[in-house]
């Protein structure tokens, strides 16, 4: 089994249209999404496809907002470098 490296802004990115399509298919297939979870003392009620959304949401931000990065190498000193999403 291989583990891959993927940054945090991608996986955000594929959370938060997954969560998306989840809520647009619902809505086209019964006209309304429907919420199912509730978590005790949380008043909203929610569905899987807005905590993809949310958490996606959080990824995307946290990749956006990490310190950024020196980048190493001659010439290079006092540059830095902001990795992509």
Do not use: C, K, Y
Not at 4 to 15: C, F, H, N, S, Y
Not at 51 to 78: D, F, K, Q, S
């Amino acid at each position: 089994l291989a583990v891959v490296r993927v940054p945090r802004g991608r996986i955000g990115l594929a959370l938060m249209l997954g969560g998306a399509a989840g809520n647009v298919l619902s809505r086209l297939a019964s006209g309304h999404v429907t919420d199912f979870l509730q978590v005790w003392p949380w008043p909203a009620v929610f569905n899987v496809a807005d905590v993809a959304l949310r958490v996606g949401a959080i990824l995307v931000l946290a990749a956006w907002l990490r310190p950024e990065v020196l980048r190493e190498g001659p010439g290079a000193v006092g540059r830095r470098n902001i990795p992509p999403l």
